[in-house]
């Protein structure tokens, strides 16, 4: 079991970047797969990256594709989300979550992860 805590949201500006972190306790978090979720006010839940156990594959939905990037550092136990030229769009509360897996890929389904941060707010004034 690994419990997960993010940080870095907070208010900036159209343009702007951020960096969110996911630190995780636990002592087998190179065995699981990271998602970055995002919910915005009256909307669903969407996933906005991920990366696979050992880190070799990733993937963005379209919406990030080319602004933001994952990364992960096993050594730290830790989780980045890189988000660069942030939108008004990009506003919502960014969760980290994490599924054990045997393979490498990037799961896009938040049903697939039972275990979750308590989210991080992320705010792009205009």
């Known amino acids: 079991q690994v419990q997960l805590v993010e940080s870095g949201g907070g208010l900036v500006q159209a343009g702007d970047s951020l960096r969110l972190s996911c630190a995780a306790s636990?002592?087998?978090?190179?065995?699981?797969?990271i998602g970055w979720f995002r919910q915005a006010p009256g909307k669903d839940r969407e996933f906005a990256a991920g990366?696979?156990?050992?880190?070799?594959?990733?993937n963005y939905a379209a919406s990030v594709q080319g602004r933001f990037t994952i990364s992960r550092d096993d050594a730290e136990n830790t989780v980045y989300l890189q988000m660069n030229s942030l939108k008004p769009e990009d506003t919502a509360v960014y969760y980290c979550?994490?599924?054990?897996?045997?393979?490498?890929?990037?799961?896009?389904?938040?049903?697939?992860?039972?275990?979750w941060g308590q989210g991080t707010q992320v705010t792009v004034s205009s």
């Open positions: 979550a994490a599924v054990t897996r045997t393979d490498r890929f990037v799961y896009t389904s938040s049903g697939t992860y039972p275990y």
């Open positions: 990366v696979g156990r050992g880190g070799i594959y990733t």
């Open positions: 636990g002592r087998t978090f190179s065995t699981y797969a």
